[in-house]
């Protein structure tokens, strides 16, 4: 069943590269334009749409967090995102207008159901992004974008983010697609890219062995930080999450602009940071800024362990251990920079001697509130 693997956690970060490509198949027609005609909510009634709102929990919330950059970028709507568990209590400004996407793995998650029915019954349109057919949460929503990633066995989850990921791109670039964005050359460009970067995700896997090792050494440390910019904060934020979960290691992710805000009182000799560095290219004020952030924990005596673009020799000098993954347009980087994540925090739970896809005290799917 585990194909080999020692772990279904293996076998499912192996299998990313396939899941992406199957969530993409079918959606990206010859000329380049989507088709998503799953989406049962019409064109017309996309363009009325002036807020979109994302309800998730746990890692399908930082699926959603990345989704927000690129939804706004490309459609310019609003867009708000939030932890299923938190969204209905606070009586959410909802009306007609607001498109509400519940992104879910099993489409079982009961916070993310309560937040959905809520939703609709504030009027609003409900688009959920799930894994599972026929599970609760697309039976209750108007529309649902099935990810095709298969049975996610492992309790913590990847090949799903992976593809929820892809989904979230598919609805943003649709949306830009139907209401007529100004980005329309960039949409076209980025529709490229997705449809290879299945191949990308290879070619990260494929590298994975000194992460391995790298992970190893830390065995016996109790805290790793993760810091990240832009998309790269939610990555950051997805890697502390499977290191606390498959590890039981203290880990958080910080923006790294916030760390003069306090994180960095945390930095100590010889404490592990991973930073998740952004393209050179495109946005590289972004880039800049974080280089310097690497050279203050540095200089403060952080383990920095870098993932930066290959080609980039700006991080060369301040990394103490530098990852290397392949060259994708920025909103799209967290698809190849979760990986190496992944493999470190399920390498760090093995030499821990934890059980790996059935970690203490978590079950797969949460139908409680
Ligand atoms: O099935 P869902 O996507 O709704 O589950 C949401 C979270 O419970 C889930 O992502 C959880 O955080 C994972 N164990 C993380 O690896």
Known sequence: EKGGYDYFMLKEIAEQPRAVADTLLGRIDPSGSLTLDEVRISPSELREIDKVVIVACGTAFHAGLIAKYAIEHWTRIPCEVELASEFRYRDPILDGRSLVIAISQSGETMDTLMALRHAREQGSKVLAICNTNGSTIPRESDAVLYTHAGP?????????????????????????????????????AVIK???????????????????????????????????????????????????????????????????????????????????????????????????????????????????????????????????????????????????????????LATARGNEVDQPRNLAKSVTVE
């Open 152 to 188: 996610e066995v492992a309790v913590a989850s990847t090949k799903a983010f992976l593809t929820q990921l892809v989904a979230c791109y598919l609805v943003a670039l649709y949306l830009g697609q139907v209401r007529g964005t100004k980005w329309g050359d960039e949409i076209q």
């Open 193 to 347: 890219d997705l449809s290879r970067i299945s191949e990308e995700v290879e070619r990260v896997l494929e590298t994975m062995e000194p992460v391995r090792a790298l992970a190893r050494t830390l065995a016996s440390k109790n805290t790793v930080l993760f810091l990240g910019r832009h998309v790269g904060y939610p990555v950051a934020l997805e890697g502390a999450l499977k290191l606390k979960e498959l590890a039981y290691m203290h880990a958080e992710g910080f923006a790294a602009g916030e760390l003069k805000h306090g994180p960095i009182a945390l930095i100590e000799e010889d404490l592990p940071v991973v930073v998740v560095v952004p393209s050179p290219r495109g946005r590289s004020v972004l880039h800049d800024k974080i280089v310097s952030n690497i050279q203050e924990i540095r200089a403060r005596g952080a383990r920095t362990i870098v993932i930066a673009e290959e080609g980039d020799e700006t991080v060369v000098p301040y990394a103490d251990h530098l990852i290397r993954i392949p060259a994708t347009p920025t909103l799209l980087q967290p698809l190849v920079a979760t990986v190496p994540l992944q493999v470190f925090a399920c390498e």
